[in-house]
């Protein structure tokens, strides 16, 4: 289908869900020999949210679904795709998009998951704005979902600190020309997955008792390659996505990270010589919530008013994979 040059793919509504109970890092000093000043000093987080046993991925979902969905003022039988990024769906199948369909009742809608680790927020708007742009749908909704609590080893000090559960989502659509989702860049760096990933639970070593046993269907990560890798990768997307669009990084309004790390948030904002100013932070409040960790910060960040018209957003993610992802949208309210 050709391009349609009269609209872009923009953001019409966000929205986000975050589960009620918090685990401090006192709390974590009780678990794990850990103290509140090195998680603080080393990682900026001080709190996270964590599900209760009963709760899905799905659940989150929906509930993000639903706020995103009410504040682009459609409805839920207007959406075209649902694309859901996880990597802790409710259940290897069916996708995690396809309970969300059900649940909203969003019965014009095809579904999928895409599993991209914390740059799935990126990566879903980046196959959203394809399908608006050449025509083919008019509202896709990207949510982007992890309940990490259900795979962290909570013995290993190395991982339980950092990681929170959550949702967010946001519906795009068509907007104005000079508008919306000015560009992305997506990568992945596939020699790179073995420093962060799930052993257990796939084709390669299905369940049995000894995954059980040896805690495999856990979180395992190689902390210092991958602070590496993301301190590498925020400053090369941002460049090279900001290139696409014709812009600096003095241009920027708003940059929303992927909320893993303080130190690798100011790492990148030294290298693009970005002012504090201009970073949203919220990793301190909810940890690294995989790929739901721009999303919900892009949603706060629209509801407390931080983004006005025309503002140039900058949202980059690296994750599991190893993937990245990184996008420009001019805001248009
Ligand atoms: N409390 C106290 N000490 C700890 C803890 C803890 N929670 N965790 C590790 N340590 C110890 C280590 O055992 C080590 O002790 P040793 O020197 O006696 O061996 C010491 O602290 C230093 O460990 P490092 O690994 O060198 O600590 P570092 O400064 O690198 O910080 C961290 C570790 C926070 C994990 C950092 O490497 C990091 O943030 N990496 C990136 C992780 C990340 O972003 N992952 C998410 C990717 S996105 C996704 O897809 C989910």
């Not at 059900?102 to 959203?128: H, K, P, Q, R, T």
């Not at 420093?195 to 299905?206: I, Q």
Request: some cysteine; aromatic content about 8%; proline content about 3%.
């Amino acid at each position: 289908m050709p391009q349609n040059n009269t609209f872009k793919a923009g953001i019409l509504g966000t929205g986000s869900f975050l589960p009620e109970n918090k685990l401090t890092n006192k709390d974590l000093e009780r678990m794990v020999d850990t103290s509140d000043e090195w998680i603080v000093s080393r990682t900026g987080i001080k709190e996270r949210r964590i599900a209760p046993p009963s709760m899905t991925t799905s659940y989150m979902a929906t509930e993000a679904a639903k706020k995103a969905i009410e504040d682009a003022k459609i409805t839920a039988e207007d959406i075209d795709l649902i694309i859901v990024a996880t990597v802790v769906p409710d259940m290897n199948f069916p996708s995690t998009a396809c309970l969300v369909q059900a649940n909203i009742g969003a019965i014009n809608a095809a579904a999928f998951d895409i599993e991209v680790g914390c740059s799935g927020f990126i990566y879903g708007l980046s196959i959203a704005k394809q399908f608006i742009e050449n025509g083919t749908y008019k509202y896709v909704l990207v949510i982007a979902a992890d309940i990490l609590s259900k795979i962290t080893n909570w013995e290993d000090r190395n991982t339980c600190v950092l990681f929170g559960d959550g949702a967010g989502a946001a519906v795009v659509g068509q907007v104005e020309n000079g508008y919306g989702i000015l560009d992305n860049f997506i990568g992945a760096d596939g020699k790179g997955g073995m420093h962060l990933y799930m052993p257990a639970g796939g084709s390669r070593m299905p369940a049995c008792e000894e995954s059980v046993k040896n805690k495999l269907h856990t979180i395992h990560m190689n902390g210092q390659e991958v602070f590496k890798f993301a301190v590498n990768v925020m400053n090369t997307a941002t460049i090279e996505v900001l290139n696409r669009c014709g812009l600096k990084p003095e241009d920027v309004d708003i940059f929303i990270p992927h909320q893993a790390n303080i130190r690798i948030i100011d790492a990148a904002m030294k290298k693009l010589k970005l002012s504090k100013e201009k970073v949203f932070i919220n990793l301190d409040k909810y940890g690294n919530m995989s790929a739901a960790s721009v999303a919900v910060a892009l949603d706060e960040a629209l509801k407390a008013g931080k983004i006005k018209n025309g503002d140039i957003i900058l949202m980059v993610a690296f994750g599991a994979g190893l993937t990245w992802g990184s996008t420009v949208i001019k805001w248009l309210e």
